[in-house]
């Protein structure tokens, strides 16, 4: 329940419905992505990536579990933006358009909690 | 122009692409068998050319994306800067690319 008057609750929204929120959410998601897609390009090149054992203590690392933790949610947070948008723009029939919003958003939240679900596993050593 | 598009379709490519991330997470979490067979078809042609890609996406949607932040704070719009500024991230992604390639071969 808010105590906000109705027209000050639709004032500034405009045709998108939804103001300069998703905007802004898909502005800083990016960058944070910047710091941590570098980061994890940078890190990764420099890792055996055929040799399980090296990968283990790589994700397994602390901190870097930690940083890959940020990178999936920021990233599946950050494309899960994108896509919407672009289903928004492509998918014009009612039912479609809803079907595919709602799937994206279940894979996304799927791809975050698996992702997140491993690198723990790994982290913590189960 | 065909920069712009780009952005969507690097965009999408690395939408796809999540799935290969949360794989390899998947697998370093399963044990050293299911990792070794994800390793070997990552190291198949197919494989590497889809990383390639990956990579040449992610290059180039990181670069275009900071253009894009640098527009959104209202700088960059002129001809010449926009155009310049284009060159410079086809070329900064592909650089980008080739070096990291040459690293991790």
Request: glycine fraction near 10%.
């Amino acid at each position: 329940m808010s105590l906000r008057a109705p027209l000050g609750r639709v004032l500034g929204l405009g045709s998108a419905k939804d103001g300069t929120g998703h905007w802004w959410a898909q502005r800083v998601s990016a960058v944070a992505l910047t710091f941590l897609g570098l980061w994890f390009v940078v890190r990764i090149s420099a890792v055996s990536i055929l040799d399980y054992g090296k990968v283990v203590e790589f994700v397994g690392n602390p901190l870097n579990s930690v940083l890959l933790t940020l990178l999936c949610l920021a990233a599946a947070y950050h494309s899960y933006l994108g896509v919407q948008v672009v289903i928004e723009d492509y998918v014009h029939a009612a039912g479609p358009k809803v079907v595919s919003l709602i799937l994206s958003h279940f894979a996304h939240i799927i791809v975050a909690v698996v992702s997140i679900y491993a690198i723990l596993r790994v982290g913590l050593g189960a | 122009m065909t920069l712009s598009i780009l952005h969507r379709g690097t965009g999408i490519v690395m939408a796809v692409g999540l799935l290969l991330l949360t794989a390899w997470l998947a697998c370093v979490a399963a044990g050293p068998a299911d990792y070794d067979r994800f390793a070997a078809m990552m190291s198949t042609l197919f494989g590497r050319l889809l990383l390639i890609g990956w990579s040449f996406a992610f290059f180039y949607h990181l670069a275009n994306g900071i253009r894009h932040l640098v527009w959104d704070s209202g700088r960059g719009f002129e001809k010449r800067q926009a155009n310049a500024s284009a060159w410079f991230v086809l070329i900064a992604a592909l650089a980008v690319t080739a070096a990291f390639w040459a690293v991790l071969l």
